[in-house]
């Protein structure tokens, strides 16, 4: 892929991880001593990446999802904000990567015998 393709560069994914990686640390940290942040972490990262992604004009949907699960108490200490992040870019950098689950995600809100047939015709085209 071209670099001029790429909605994010490899310097701006580097320094969004350089700041979303340590503070997923510091949340697995605080768990293993038996404390708790008290979504003061989430405070830190949610606004940051969201702002960041919508200002970029990127569809941030899997950062929105992780700093969800990130609210819920001893599963937020997972390092999911990174995940989603790093989702995030991936999709946003490769978005031939996303039309095959965007499609998908179309044919199974239809009814069952319509997915059948449109995976048969797709299978026999």
Known sequence: MDEEQKKIELPE???LL????????????????GLDD?????????PVTQFYFRMKG????????????????????LPIKTAGVAI???M???P??????????????GSPGALREKT??????
């Not at 350089?18 to 001593?33: H, N, Q, T």
């Not at 031939?96 to 809100?109: D, E, I, N, S, Y």
């Open 13 to 15: 994914a580097i320094l």
């Open 18 to 33: 350089l700041y979303i990686v340590p503070l997923d640390i510091v949340g697995l940290i605080l768990v293993f001593a």
């Open 38 to 46: 008290f979504f003061i972490l989430d405070i830190f990262t949610f």
């Open 58 to 77: 990127i569809k941030c949907t899997y950062d929105l999802v992780a700093s969800t699960l990130e609210v819920i108490p001893y599963v937020g200490s």
């Open 88 to 90: 995030t870019i991936w």
């Open 92 to 94: 946003a950098n490769h």
């Open 96 to 109: 031939k990567t996303v039309a095959p689950v965007t499609k998908a995600t179309q044919l199974a809100k």
């Open 120 to 125: 048969i015709q797709a299978v026999n085209a």
